[in-house]
């Protein structure tokens, strides 16, 4: 039956595609036949899989055994999934890690090896990558291997004004770091509101765009827009800081996202012994583009929030464009966000790469 073959040789990290068009193949030379032994079955599937995918070794199932990793904390089985997501890290294609982490599964395989220490299986990790992608991607990999088990969390702080995709972005890249805590900052004005009553702080009340319609009088000579947001972002800024010394007392890996997260409104030198704080500008540099995408969101989802959005759209981009001069005079990277896994890549980039700097990891003495 073809499906069963089918089965059997995506069993065999075959492609379905491929292992329907071989199974067809199959098919055709059976025919006229009205009987067949397995073994001889299997030889005309090798030879079939070898004339039209030469690059592909398919293994008998006897030798399609369990792998044991063997680590500190004991052994557990390889998971070609589990080790696709750790490759993540050095900021490659989530199909170009399941390939690479396919590759090392048959490779395992051909050499019959039936348990591989956590280090070895780590080693053959880096050199694939460093032959598919060259040494910086490998070594990105190692580096997100050094923080796994850290002696100080990672906060990430992806900031960017309403629109900017932030959410979206920051909820893929903890998934591909294995980031458990996903925070955004409406969480944390949303408890602050209930705490703290409007006449008091007023500007927490409100979204960042509209928050000079709150101030009592303008600046001389200032941009209202800009105050309000300033005002807003000043009040939840408490916030934040809770939020990473909580990260810091538990040694937990955070990213947190908002549009209040303005370069220079926290002093990340000041958790500089606790934690190491990466910060991103998300943009959408294009002015058309931006939008447009108000445009069709208040379309899709006829709301009042999208519709308030569209109304207020300049001073969107005012608050945009003030967060990206915070941004350069704070030497901040900004990432223009035109597509969504592009830009998840970016900031994988920017976190491993800057820890890279910030701390000289001895890459060496995780390959042993």
């Known amino acids: ?56 070794s398919l293994l008998p199932a006897a030798e399609l055994s369990a792998i044991d990793v063997r680590g500190r904390s004991g052994a557990g089985p390889f998971s070609k999934g589990r080790l696709s997501q750790s490759l993540l890290a050095s900021a490659v294609d989530p199909s170009d890690a399941f390939d690479v982490a396919r590759e090392i599964e048959v490779e395992l395989h051909r050499r019959g090896i039936a348990e591989i220490g956590r280090a070895d299986l780590r080693r053959m990790a ?4 460093d032959e598919r992608f060259g040494s910086r991607t490998a070594e990105r990999y190692l580096t997100w291997r050094h923080y796994q088990e850290p002696e100080r969390p990672v906060v990430i702080l992806i900031g960017g004004t309403t629109g900017a995709g932030k959410t979206s972005v ?8 294995g980031i458990s805590r ?44 800009v105050d309000g947001f300033i005002n807003h972002a000043s009040a939840v800024a408490i916030g934040v800081r809770a939020m990473i010394e909580r990260s810091i007392e538990e040694n937990a890996s955070l990213i947190l996202d908002g549009v209040p997260l303005a370069p220079g409104t926290i002093d990340l030198e000041d958790y500089a012994d606790g934690a190491d704080v990466i910060q991103v ?27 308030r959005y569209l109304e207020n759209l300049d001073a969107i981009l005012g608050v945009q464009e003030y967060l990206l001069g915070l941004a350069e005079d704070n030497d901040v990277p900004i990432i223009d966000n035109v597509a969504v896994d592009q830009s998840v890549r970016r900031v994988i980039e920017v976190v491993v790469d800057t820890l890279r700097k910030k701390k000289e990891v001895d890459l060496s003495s995780l390959l042993l």
């Open 1 to 56: 039956m073809r499906g069963i073959l089918v089965h059997s040789l995506m069993a065999r990290e075959l492609p379905f595609d491929d292992a329907l068009r071989v199974a067809g193949l199959v098919s055709e030379a059976l025919q006229g036949r009205l009987q067949i032994e397995r073994a001889d079955l299997a030889e005309i599937v090798q030879q079939i899989v070898g004339r039209e995918y030469p690059e592909i």
């Open 126 to 129: 880096f050199k694939a990558l």
């Open 170 to 177: 920051a909820l893929e890249v903890a998934l591909r770091l």
């Open 182 to 225: 996903v925070l955004s900052t409406d969480s944390i004005r949303q408890i602050m509101r209930m705490l703290i009553p409007r006449e008091l702080v007023p500007a927490l009340h409100v979204s960042s765009f509209d928050a000079h319609r709150e101030l009592p009088t303008a600046r001389e000579g200032g941009n209202p827009v």
């Open 281 to 307: 500008i998300l943009a959408r540099l294009d002015e058309t583009a931006f939008r447009s995408h108000f445009v069709t969101r208040a379309e899709r989802e006829r709301h009042r929030d999208s519709q």
